[in-house]
């Protein structure tokens, strides 16, 4: 089955630095690729995504990257800011379908 | 964000006893899932159902049960509850066609 490995497990970046996220998977029949963003007591939100189709995505201070070669994407966060605190998940949909296999998240913390 | 519905909000099991977590959606979406969240393994699937009357295995089936009746309501059911099953249960509805996933605001289970 799918397998979705996220690094890393916590981050810490000062208030407008940049933060990046990284992600692999193993199936190679995976073909889209969301970002989902929880905050404390929250549900998870899908903030970004990306296709098979496309290697770069952006919307303003965030992105995502692909490279199916290789078979990780990464997640860009530019500019951070204190709301940008929270756990952040990457996934990846098992055999082509529609069921999403989660990274085990990232608890990223933005110090002003 | 009335999307997903989920109830209970929060529960307290003893080992053995059994319950029901109940979910809804107000719109007419085919796929729903059910997800489990512990602390450092991100959200893993329980079951999903991609369309009325049909349910799947996800990564971590062992000791629920699901039905899905109809379009609108997916629910989990534990028949002996297990302190392994303590966590935080999220109910999600498929976008469509596009892969994007809407959680509801997830269960809270503690089992003693």
């Known amino acids: 089955g799918e397998n979705v490995e996220q690094h890393p497990s916590t981050l810490s970046v000062q208030e407008g630095d940049s933060a990046v996220i990284k992600c692999t998977y193993s199936?190679?029949?995976?073909?889209?690729f969301p970002w989902y963003k929880q905050e404390l007591g929250k549900r998870p939100q899908l903030i970004i995504d990306i296709r098979s189709n496309v290697g770069e995505k952006k919307d303003q201070r965030i992105a995502v990257t692909l490279n199916k070669t290789a078979k990780h994407f990464s997640l860009h966060i530019t500019e951070t800011q204190p709301e940008d605190s929270a756990v952040y998940f990457c996934?990846?949909?098992?055999?082509?379908?529609?069921?999403?296999?989660f990274g085990q998240g990232t608890r990223l913390t933005i110090n002003p | 964000n009335a999307g997903v519905t989920q109830t209970p909000k929060f529960q307290v099991l003893k080992t053995g006893q059994s319950m029901t977590l109940q979910c809804a959606q107000d719109?007419?979406?085919?796929?729903m899932y059910w997800y489990r969240q512990d602390p450092g393994m991100g959200l893993r699937l329980i079951y999903y159902s991609a369309s009325e009357g049909t349910t799947d295995k996800g990564e971590v089936p062992n000791g629920y049960n699901v039905s899905r009746l109809n379009k609108r309501e997916f629910s989990l059911r534990l028949e002996s509850a297990a302190p392994s099953q303590t966590s935080v249960y999220f109910c999600a509805r498929g976008q469509g066609n596009t892969g994007e996933l809407f959680f509801g605001e997830g269960s809270r289970l503690t089992v003693l």
């Open positions: 719109m007419n979406h085919n796929s």
């Open positions: 996934a990846a949909n098992h055999g082509g379908a529609q069921k999403l296999v």
């Open positions: 199936d190679s029949a995976s073909n889209y």
